[in-house]
């Protein structure tokens, strides 16, 4: 497996197969499975799916608002590529908007 990067969402808990699945559906079906993975007591509480539940929500407006140009389209094809690396355990790093929501303090 990889080496955990200093900083990581994690909170150094394992991540479980369940953790890696709410992460996968947050990406295909964003915003909608990222709202309501905070919305739930018992996943809200897991530092990887917050962390990814957060960053699909982001990637969804962007999706939403971008539709219109036809851009909205690529992103969501990047966010199932996310949502497929998440699935396989991996802590992924969207420019920009991964440093926003650590400096926010979302995740």
Known sequence: MAEEMVGTPTGGEEITQDDKLWALLSYIFCPLVGI??????????????????????ILGILIIVLSGVCIGVLVW??????????????????PV????VRNQGWA
């Open 36 to 57: 309501i993975a905070l919305l739930l007591e018992d996943k809200k509480n897991r530092p990887f799916i917050k962390y990814n539940a957060v960053l699909s929500i």
């Open 77 to 94: 094809f990047y966010a199932i590529y996310l949502g497929i690396k998440s699935y396989q355990g991996e802590v992924v790093e969207v």
């Open 97 to 100: 908007l991964s440093d926003f």
